[in-house]
């Protein structure tokens, strides 16, 4: 239920949500510090229940893939729960089960996290078992040969077979020309086919030390208590220098891109995206903040004009949607999707038409100050929502250390939002809603391959 | 802005965005056993825990009726300056009474126009005070929910356009059109799903003419002719007063929430609790398939499971959460993902209703290889009801189900969530402490009887959805037992 009121409040915030205390509550305690070997940590509390998440961030992810070898940090995310020296393969999920925690890892472009959400008298079971893993994974080649099938089942679930996420890899694989967001999370079938145990060794001992990680604790627990458990769990491990890690950079204006394809879908649909920087990239952070309130002046609500204006007004589209991920780690896209009302007879040619004339008129007229308004009051509230999860504050702060960014973001937030006059909206909506920095995925169904 | 579930997140836009993160997000699974095959955990913080049970929020549940007749239960939670209402109506759509989706629409039409504010102008009243509503609509229940601030300046003016839109709505019939078409759309893009193409057939072969036979936002031929007045009369009898459970959760005083509680209350229809369906008949056992173009093929398998006031529920989770029911180490996760590679994921669940719904099991796996999977579950089924689970199945479910007792209430929205269901299904108010009790006393011999009182393995109902390919023998298995964890704590 909570999917998409949350992307109404959080789009505007990219795919996260800033939790910021100033406005109505106190703030949450929040303290970081880093232990010899360079891994950092950062504190929140949060006493409400005696509950705690523990996250673990790697910075690795598919955007530090070469081609040939993509799909690595994810399989290896799968092998980290196939035991190391003190757990054999797959003891430590039960071990963890068996304590009512809940757990479990997800890896992006930019990150490859793992996390356990557990009683607060847990948290020791936890780091023993992170850094168990960070410091002596065993990767042992037969769990491997099973493991690696279970991931093309992953991949035929969530991508082969749903055509949507089909078109959705192949038009990042178009949009990101020059850097490593061109390539899936999950891999490439053929690179899956011949991915190599020995590959994951490397990759692993590569990226996997504690001064390439930030672990992140939120819930009923101090600083003192948890300063005490990383050093005596993660302090032995030694610091180990990693492979230099280079910025996704885009081109600026690749060029009009243009990509159709014929999948097993009922509805056409079309994606715009244009190349964009992200705050870790841009000169500019108020540009940035500028999409970022564009995104939410398009798609921030039932309100907002693309369900207000396409979906309703103008009954051109069945649905439609824009967003913006401004806390990456390298350049962004800013992406807008629709499908076409076909019970009003309305084509992809006339959603692009209707596109460009909201795009356009960002261009030319400033948004009402009601409108501003409402945004703002979306985000001043959604910062204190945020607050009821643990586990969604954890998340922001992984996040914001691993691109690059500092969780102490989360504090400027609204003010930075404040900032952004209606003629920067207009700036960045000239500089950046341009046909050299757009491509295009028409996604059609089947049958009008052979008309 | 709304959450409504069955028109606009059908469509790409809503689900695209999401995808670059969530592409590959879970479910490294555990492997059995492996390498050297000694009991390698030498954890030294497990050997370290005390073994009691965790510690957890304490709950004062309060509860009372409104003058109407809704019944409230509200937790008082002050640490942050927000609260949730939710309100849950039986009104899905096992009282659709024959318009198959009338249920669906009316929830999605609450939001769209009351006396003087079209859809727009009532999502900008909600947005500009940083309030989120929220609405859905399922088998028995329907939602309506308001998340605001607790100032009053913001939770007065959201709290009095949401008592209008909850008890008020005018249905205006160009809205109507719309949704409509966007619940054409919604079944046009159903098409290319076989997830949903199967859960649709499965629950038609399970209930045949029940009312939960029929997926809960109608279809094609169902919805163009839904009018207007049905939408009033339906709103009139199944968003009644006497029809609503009130759930609160925030940081509001006890004559706050009455004061909540009362004018919600008041907005809505007059009128009494609806009366839940008739139970479901036994369904004809058997195989259909859907032919499908698709690499993988769909398993799904079923049975008429039990209500939610079953007696047995507490034996049935249990049960099933050593079968299917957790993520990790089950039975089915163990056979068909870790020992075989067969599958992403494959889960069982209860889904206990106001009258018999279902138990099912889902999995996916590549086509070639679907007959020998699907065998390969219906034996895990049969053995796991003949023999029930071991002394030390059961024992490491207690331990879980306790353990993760206090996430269960961690949050204003998980505990608003427990609230509305206890409210929904008539339970009482110690209902969570209950369940825990009863579960924690719990035998094997117990276990094993509830799964087998309810379930048969030769009952099985079963959709396929795939293509038509020259099925492969299974690969073996890996042979090697798990290493039982060591040294987890009683408690």
């Known amino acids: ?451 | 802005m709304s959450d409504r579930r069955a028109p606009r997140q059908t469509f790409v836009g809503a689900g695209l965005f999401a995808l670059a993160l969530s592409a590959c997000t879970l479910l490294s699974a555990p492997a059995h056993a492996a390498d050297a095959g000694k009991p390698a955990n030498t954890l030294q913080s497990l050997a370290e825990l005390d073994g009691k049970a965790p510690s957890r929020r304490q709950l004062n549940v309060q509860s009372w009726k409104t003058a109407e007749g809704a019944r409230v239960l509200f937790v008082e939670a002050h640490e942050l300056p927000m609260f949730d209402l939710r309100l849950t109506f039986a009104a899905g759509s096992s009282q659709d009474g024959g318009t198959q989706g009338l249920s669906t629409l009316t929830n999605a039409m609450l939001n769209e126009g009351v006396a003087g504010k079209d859809v727009t102008a009532i999502a900008q009243g909600f947005e500009g005070l940083g309030a989120d509503f929220g609405n859905g609509s399922y088998r028995d229940m329907a939602v309506a929910s308001l998340r605001s601030l607790s100032a009053a300046d913001k939770r007065q003016p959201a709290l009095k356009l949401f008592a209008d839109v909850v008890g008020k709505p005018t249905f205006p019939e160009d809205s109507l059109k719309r949704i409509k078409n966007q619940m054409l759309a919604g079944f046009e893009y159903d098409k290319q799903n076989p997830a949903k193409l199967g859960a649709n057939a499965l629950s038609a072969k399970l209930y045949g003419s029940h009312p939960y036979a029929f997926p809960s936002d109608g279809n094609a031929k169902s919805i163009p002719g839904i009018t207007q007045a049905q939408l009033r009369a339906f709103h009139a009898k199944a968003y009644a007063a006497g029809n609503t459970v009130i759930a609160l959760v925030g940081d509001l005083s006890r004559s706050d929430a009455e004061a909540i509680a009362a004018q919600v209350s008041a907005a809505l229809p007059k009128g009494p609790a609806l009366p839940a369906p008739a139970q479901p008949s036994e369904p004809k056992p058997g195989i259909t398939h859907i032919d499908y173009a698709s690499k993988q093929t769909h398993l799904m398998l079923a049975e008429l499971g039990i209500d939610r006031n079953d007696p047995d529920w507490a034996a049935l989770s249990m049960g099933n959460q050593i079968l299917g029911g957790g993520a990790f180490g089950t039975r089915l996760m163990s056979e068909v993902r870790e020992k075989r590679g067969l599958t992403y994921g494959v889960y069982s669940s209860f889904t206990p209703m106001q009258v018999r719904g279902p138990f099912t099991i889902n999995l996916q796996t590549r086509a070639e290889l679907s007959e020998g999977t699907l065998k390969l579950v219906q034996d895990l089924l049969a053995d796991y009801l003949k023999t029930g689970p071991t002394q030390q199945e059961l024992d490491d479910a207690k331990r879980e189900l306790a353990g993760s007792f206090p996430l269960s209430t961690a949050s204003n929205a998980s505990i608003v969530g427990q609230l509305g269901a206890i409210g929904f299904y008539n339970l009482p108010l110690t209902w969570l402490e209950d369940f825990m009790q009863q579960s924690q006393a719990l035998t094997v011999e117990q276990v094993k009887a509830a799964m087998n009182k309810h379930l048969a393995a030769d009952k099985l109902v079963i959709v396929t959805v795939g293509p038509k390919v020259p099925q492969k023998p299974l690969p073996p298995p890996t042979e090697k037992p798990a290493d039982q964890p060591l040294g987890v704590p009683e408690h």
């Open chain 1, 1 to 451: 239920m909570k999917a998409l009121a949350r992307r109404a409040a959080g789009l505007l915030l990219g795919t996260l949500c800033l939790p910021l205390a100033a406005m109505a509550a106190d703030t949450q305690p929040t303290h970081e510090f880093t232990l010899d070997n360079g891994l950092k940590v950062v504190v929140r509390e949060d006493h409400r229940a005696p509950v705690v998440v523990s996250q673990i961030w790697y910075k690795v992810g598919s955007s530090y893939e070469t081609p040939g070898q993509t799909g690595l940090s994810h399989a290896l995310e799968h092998m980290m729960f196939k035991g190391s020296a003190k757990v054999g393969p797959g003891e430590g999920s039960r071990i963890l089960r068996d304590l009512g925690a809940e757990e479990n890892a997800f890896t992006s472009d930019d990150y490859t996290a793992y996390y356990q959400v557990l009683a607060r008298d847990r948290l020791p079971v936890a780091f023993e078992l992170e850094a168990d893993r960070m410091a002596s994974l065993r990767l042992p080649p037969e769990e491997f040969a099973r493991e690696i099938e279970v991931i093309k089942e992953e991949r035929r679930l969530r991508t082969d077979d749903k055509p949507n996420a089909k078109a959705f890899e192949l038009f990042s694989a178009m949009a990101y020309p020059a850097s490593g967001y061109h390539t899936p999370t999950i891999g490439w079938m053929a690179d899956l086919e011949r991915m190599k145990v020995e590959e994951l060794r490397h990759w692993y001992e590569a990226w996997y030390t504690p001064n390439n990680a930030t672990l992140v604790v939120v819930g009923d627990v101090t600083v003192d208590e948890v300063k005490g458990l990383a050093q005596k769990y993660f302090g032995a491990i030694p610091k180990r220098a990693t492979p230099p890690a280079k910025l996704p950079l885009e081109l600026a204006e690749p060029g009009q891109r243009q990509l159709t394809l014929h999948v097993a879908t009922q509805l056409p649909s079309l994606i715009y995206g244009f190349n964009v920087p992200g705050l870790a990239t841009a000169q500019n952070p108020r540009s940035v903040h500028a999409l970022r309130l564009i995104s939410a002046l398009l798609d921030g609500g039932y309100s907002a004009r693309l369900p207000s204006r396409l979906e309703r007004g103008q009954e051109l589209v069945a649905g439609a949607s824009s967003g913006y991920d401004a806390f990456t780690r390298g350049d962004s896209l800013f992406l807008i999707s629709a499908t076409p009302n076909v019970q009003q007879h309305k084509t992809l040619a006339d959603v692009e038409k209707g596109l460009w004339e909201q795009l356009d008129e960002l261009k030319s007229t400033p948004p009402s100050a009601a409108e501003l308004e409402r945004v703002r009051a979306q985000v001043i509230a959604g910062l204190v929502y945020d607050r009821d999860s643990i586990s969604s504050q954890a998340t922001t702060i992984g996040q914001l250390e691993t691109v690059g960014l500092s969780w102490k973001l989360i504090d400027r937030e609204l003010d930075e939002l404040k900032q952004v006059t209606p003629k920067d909206i207009q700036d960045a909506a000239r500089t950046y809603f341009t046909r050299e920095r757009l491509s295009v995925a028409h996604v059609l169904p089947e049958e009008s391959a052979h008309e």
